[in-house]
Nanobody, 121 residues
Framework: QVQLVESGGGLVVPGESLRLSCAASGVIFSIVAMGWYRQAPGKERELVAY???????TYSGSVKGRFSASRDNAKNMVFLQMNSLRPDDTAIYYC???????????????WGQGTHVTVSS
């Protein structure tokens, strides 16, 4: 129903910046929230940023003040601006979307394939 495609990952040195993009397609009008997760080797998946359509964006404490999430006017794309990158930011970053048929419906979750971010000198 919803497809997500991430782009923008790569290799950067500590202190550099990187911007990730996620494009949503399909039944995009049903999307009520988007966000970003990441998973590093040997660690469990963690929330990075959560961007509801009608609320305020929230961030993980480890990235607050360094990362900023935004989306376009059509709310079919979400971005993650990552500044002051550190080696422990190295992970696979996954785009996330939540959709609902109506306000009180059970949510459906969608995930992208992930994009690699490596921070190393």
């Amino acid at each position: 129903q919803v497809q997500l495609v991430e782009s923008g990952g790569g290799l950067v040195v500590p202190g550099e910046s990187l911007r990730l993009s996620c494009a949503a397609s399909g039944v995009i009008f049903s999307i009520v929230a988007m966000g970003w997760y990441r998973q590093a080797p040997g660690k469990e998946r963690e929330l990075v940023a959560y961007v509801p359509s009608t609320g305020t964006t929230t961030y993980s404490g480890s990235v607050k003040g360094r990362f900023s999430a935004s989306r376009d006017n059509a709310k079919n794309m979400v971005f993650l601006q990552m500044n002051s990158l550190r080696p422990d930011d190295t992970a696979i970053y996954y785009c996330y979307a939540m959709s609902k048929a109506y306000l009180t419906a059970s949510p459906e979750n969608y995930w992208g394939q992930g994009t690699h971010v490596t921070v190393s000198s």
